[in-house]
């Protein structure tokens, strides 16, 4: 419904704070969320913080927008200052900042921080991104429950200080406060055991003031905040940033909340996904309605990433909730359904055509390549809320990038388990052409509850060549113009937020 709360971050809007007024209003640390860099390109760059004195609260800040200064250098020890200036933190954007650098030079890095009055901003690294790059690093994460385990994978990314960090979705969790310690489900032949190791900070997630301080709970964590200060992000959102398995304008429950109360919680959602994130574009909000351009073409040596957007355009699920393998109906075959909407599948068409990349990436939030719950000859049964609920969009994918594109390689998340597997021209017969690699990436945190029919169907996806169930971690890729190395790096406790982090397998890419 329409609160108060919701509105509030426009009231008394247009108030500008010199930095003297800063100094004496600010009186605790504002710097408690970090600060982090995105959307490089090889002149630019996206800087952000957030001032939060009282982060969980709505951010604890005065009213009014306020003055932050900034200093960025071209060294780690801040030796060789390159630029020092002021940007406005709006009152309207939770004092978010989103200061775009420009003017800098491609393939470099740089150290940067803010200040408001006497306090000082971590320091941050970013890169910019530069096509002519002889070899790059980049990292891929998604689904990080904050309940559900810690972050030691971020604290092992950090360190890696990757050239960039692919975000594809479930950055937060909307849902309610768990329960604390273990619980076990029974699945035949085995138990499984979960634990919640922290509570979220409210009820299910629906106003603006919940959203942003859901994502101020997340941010939080030192070492996610150790992950944004160490390389700038690429980030787009899935579901749970604004309810689980949405699609357009249909939540999850559309018997629980009306249209107008959807409309309502996705503007927030997505104004509090801007005010956290460091990105070039703001929603566009037009009275209740509002939308996001999350989409992106980012090149970073032999690789061209082409950041998607799969929630916002796509048509609602249909068949049923079977999970987590739903058997087909009718309604699966509707040449008209899409994932990506009409406009999105001809921008992305016409880049990859056009693409003189040796590498062609699809970063997209769920997995492109097929994944059957039951065995052959029988019609598969799928996970409808992946693209194998949407096979006529994904035939159309397939057969574009068959078509000439030089090695396709989508990187995806979502399903909470780690797979390298070749996406083929028929995509259940592993004996059709293949058309694509692909690598999904386990969950920073998140539970995999299907890791049991994950497992026990393994042997009726022969396309998958390697499958890990069972732990938290993220992915890391090394790009040069000769190879494609893949690193599936795994978390050996999830519960421990010290936790040894170690490679579990690598996959070196040949041309298709």
């Given at each position: 419904?329409?609160?108060?709360?919701?509105?509030?971050?426009?009231?008394?809007?247009?108030?500008?704070?010199?930095?003297s007024l800063a100094r004496a209003a600010v009186k605790t640390n504002p710097f408690t969320l970090g600060v982090a860099s995105g959307a490089p390109r090889p002149d630019s760059v996206i800087l952000w913080t957030r001032l939060a004195p009282d982060p969980l609260q709505g951010g604890g800040m005065p009213l009014g927008d306020v003055t932050v200064s900034y200093r960025?250098?071209?060294?780690?020890?801040?030796?060789?200052?390159?630029?020092?200036?002021?940007?406005?933190?709006?009152?309207?954007?939770?004092?978010?900042?989103?200061?775009?650098?420009?003017?800098?030079?491609?393939?470099?890095?740089?150290?940067?921080?803010?200040?408001?009055?006497?306090?000082?901003?971590?320091?941050?690294?970013?890169?910019?991104?530069?096509?002519?790059?002889?070899?790059?690093?980049?990292?891929?994460?998604?689904?990080?429950?904050?309940?559900?385990?810690?972050?030691?994978?971020?604290?092992?990314?950090?360190?890696?200080?990757?050239?960039?960090?692919?975000?594809?979705?479930?950055?937060?969790?909307?849902?309610?406060?768990?329960?604390?310690?273990?619980?076990?489900?029974?699945?035949?032949?085995?138990?499984?055991?979960?634990?919640?190791?922290?509570?979220?900070?409210?009820?299910?997630?629906?106003?603006?003031?919940?959203?942003?301080?859901?994502?101020?709970?997340?941010?939080?964590?030192?070492?996610?905040?150790?992950?944004?200060?160490?390389?700038?992000?690429?980030?787009?959102?899935?579901?749970?940033?604004?309810?689980?398995?949405?699609?357009?304008?249909?939540?999850?429950?559309?018997?629980?909340?009306?249209?107008?109360?959807?409309?309502?919680?996705?503007?927030?959602?997505?104004?509090?996904?801007?005010?956290?994130?460091?990105?070039?574009?703001?929603?566009?909000?037009?009275?209740?309605?509002?939308?996001?351009?999350?989409?992106?073409?980012?090149?970073?040596?032999?690789?061209?990433?082409?950041?998607?957007?799969?929630?916002?355009?796509?048509?609602?699920?249909?068949?049923?909730?079977?999970?987590?393998?739903?058997?087909?109906?009718?309604?699966?075959?509707?040449?008209?359904?899409?994932?990506?909407?009409?406009?999105?599948?001809?921008?992305?068409?016409?880049?990859?055509?056009s693409s003189p990349a040796r590498y062609n990436v699809l970063a997209s939030q769920m997995w492109l390549s097929p994944y059957r719950f039951n065995d052959a000859p029988a019609e598969p049964a799928v996970n409808m809320d992946a693209w194998d609920g949407y096979p006529a969009a994904r035939q159309r994918m397939i057969d574009l990038l068959g078509d000439g594109i030089?090695?396709?390689?989508?990187?995806?998340?979502?399903?909470?388990?780690?797979?390298?597997?070749?996406?083929?021209?028929?995509?259940?017969?592993?004996?059709?052409?293949?058309?694509?690699?692909?690598?999904?990436?386990?969950?920073?945190?998140?539970?995999?509850?299907?890791?049991?029919?994950?497992?026990?169907?393994?042997?009726?996806?022969?396309?998958?060549?390697?499958?890990?169930?069972?732990?938290?971690?993220?992915?890391?890729?090394?790009?040069?113009?000769?190879?494609?190395?893949?690193?599936?790096?795994?978390?050996?406790?999830?519960?421990?937020?010290?936790?040894?982090?170690?490679?579990?397998?690598?996959?070196?890419?040949?041309?298709?």
């Amino acid at each position: 419904m329409l609160t108060r709360r919701l509105f509030m971050g426009t009231a008394g809007a247009g108030l500008l704070l010199s930095g003297s007024l800063a100094r004496a209003a600010v009186k605790t640390n504002p710097f408690t969320l970090g600060v982090a860099s995105g959307a490089p390109r090889p002149d630019s760059v996206i800087l952000w913080t957030r001032l939060a004195p009282d982060p969980l609260q709505g951010g604890g800040m005065p009213l009014g927008d306020v003055t932050v200064s900034y200093r960025v250098w071209e060294d780690a020890e801040r030796r060789k200052l390159l630029r020092e200036g002021t940007v406005t933190a709006p009152q309207a954007d939770a004092h978010s900042v989103h200061l775009k650098l420009e003017g800098l030079r491609p393939g470099r890095e740089y150290w940067y921080a803010f200040t408001v009055g006497d306090f000082e901003s971590p320091l941050g690294r970013t890169r910019t991104s530069s096509p002519s790059s002889n070899k790059v690093r980049l990292a891929l994460a998604s689904c990080q429950s904050w309940q559900s385990g810690f972050y030691a994978a971020y604290t092992d990314m950090a360190s890696w200080t990757p050239d960039c960090v692919i975000h594809v979705g479930d950055y937060i969790y909307e849902g309610g406060i768990g329960t604390l310690g273990n619980r076990s489900v029974e699945k035949p032949g085995e138990t499984l055991i979960f634990r919640t190791v922290r509570q979220h900070n409210s009820a299910e997630i629906t106003t603006l003031w919940d959203y942003r301080n859901r994502y101020a709970l997340y941010k939080t964590d030192p070492a996610l905040q150790a992950a944004h200060a160490a390389a700038p992000w690429l980030v787009t959102m899935d579901d749970h940033e604004v309810d689980n398995n949405w699609a357009a304008n249909v939540p999850q429950d559309p018997w629980a909340q009306t249209p107008l109360e959807f409309k309502v919680r996705k503007l927030a959602a997505f104004k509090a996904w801007y005010e956290h994130m460091p990105v070039e574009r703001p929603p566009q909000i037009d009275g209740i309605e509002a939308s996001l351009d999350m989409t992106g073409i980012f090149r970073f040596g032999a690789a061209q990433v082409h950041l998607l957007d799969t929630r916002q355009f796509r048509d609602d699920q249909v068949c049923g909730n079977g999970f987590p393998g739903q058997t087909p109906c009718d309604s699966l075959a509707d040449p008209k359904r899409s994932v990506l909407g009409a406009a999105q599948e001809q921008w992305l068409a016409q880049s990859l055509r056009s693409s003189p990349a040796r590498y062609n990436v699809l970063a997209s939030q769920m997995w492109l390549s097929p994944y059957r719950f039951n065995d052959a000859p029988a019609e598969p049964a799928v996970n409808m809320d992946a693209w194998d609920g949407y096979p006529a969009a994904r035939q159309r994918m397939i057969d574009l990038l068959g078509d000439g594109i030089s090695n396709p390689v989508a990187l995806s998340g979502d399903w909470h388990c780690a797979a390298a597997m070749t996406l083929h021209a028929s995509p259940f017969d592993a004996k059709s052409k293949p058309v694509a690699h692909e690598f999904a990436g386990t969950s920073i945190s998140s539970d995999c509850g299907w890791m049991h029919e994950m497992d026990k169907m393994r042997s009726a996806n022969p396309h998958v060549q390697h499958l890990n169930t069972r732990q938290r971690g993220y992915c890391r890729f090394e790009v040069s113009d000769k190879s494609w190395l893949t690193t599936y790096r795994v978390v050996n406790n999830s519960y421990d937020p010290n936790s040894s982090v170690t490679t579990d397998t690598e996959v070196k890419l040949g041309d298709l």
